[in-house]
């Protein structure tokens, strides 16, 4: 029944989203090779729908490159997460794109269907073999204008610098820092280098401390901020950004510390170093792993913003300037 309906839906379809979500940690992504023949097929006719302008593809392993070379040409926003792209030699098997299970393989440097311009790329790279580890791109990145990655390891700043590269009209970037043992070095040198300094005016940098260390490293040893700050500096007056995003996703102990630590950008985050700036966001994600009634009580919030306002009087101060802060607590 699910291929006959999906089947149908294919001619008009303008947006999709594909998600597993699994019930258990030890089955984190749904394997393309599990499913049946008949359902990789409608799921294949879904993502080529010829009228598509939004993919959304979510948690899926070994999934065949190939699915990709016939997208849309409408195309103009795609988000992965979790998508792990098997890319299939000549001696592999091929796979099938037409009801009656014919195999097809289709090259892309010999199809004449002109590559998706698409304005919105939402990559979100743990590491794995994604589509975009694959050469040539399957997407033409010109009119590319959001551009939302992770950045941290060679192969992550690698395909980030392609991107930017790629991207000459990007006007938002957001870059995210996903482990503590990796570091936001590098992306100011690789935003000057491919000119994003002149037109990126909306940035978002989030740094990650979830998988956090069992014991807390010694401050004077440890960067809390993961070179976001050296960063900052280097793009101080050579930027146009408008509005500057900082997100933290934290473990309890690391927020404690941050919260101590944040005249460090008060220091850097100056009208002479942004001098465009409008907009500053402030952001904390806290995985509390603790009863912590005593955080969510009333006025906890403005309490804790007391406290971060007091350490970046200067940065609220910017003339013209909204100073937002905003905090998730996730608990057990």
Known sequence: MVPWILNQLTDDLADVHIEYVSETLSTAYLDWGTLDAQLRSSIIRVVQSPRLKTLSLSWIKNMPFSVFVSLSSDLT????????????????????????DTPRRVDLAQTKRRLPRIKNLYDFYHDTDGMLASRPFVFDFEQLKLLHICWGNEVQCALGKELMKAASKLER??????????????????????????????????????????????PDEYDLFLGLIEELELLAGKNTVKSLRVHFDTTKDTHDRLTGSLGQLNDVITHEAFPHLERFDLEFGVDWSEPFTLYTAPGAEDAWAECIYAQCRGLAAIPGLTFGFKIIILGD
Do not use: F, R, W
């Open 173 to 218: 970037l957001a870059c995210i820092v996903d482990s503590p043992h990796k570091s936001a070095a590098g992306l100011a040198k690789a935003m000057l280098d491919y000119g994003l300094d002149a037109s990126v005016t909306a940035l978002t940098i989030g740094i990650a401390h979830q998988t956090a260390l069992p014991t807390i490293p010694d």
């Open 77 to 100: 926003t795609v988000q992965l997460e979790g998508v792990e792209v098997k890319i299939q030699s000549d001696s592999e098997g091929l796979e099938s794109t037409n009801s009656d």
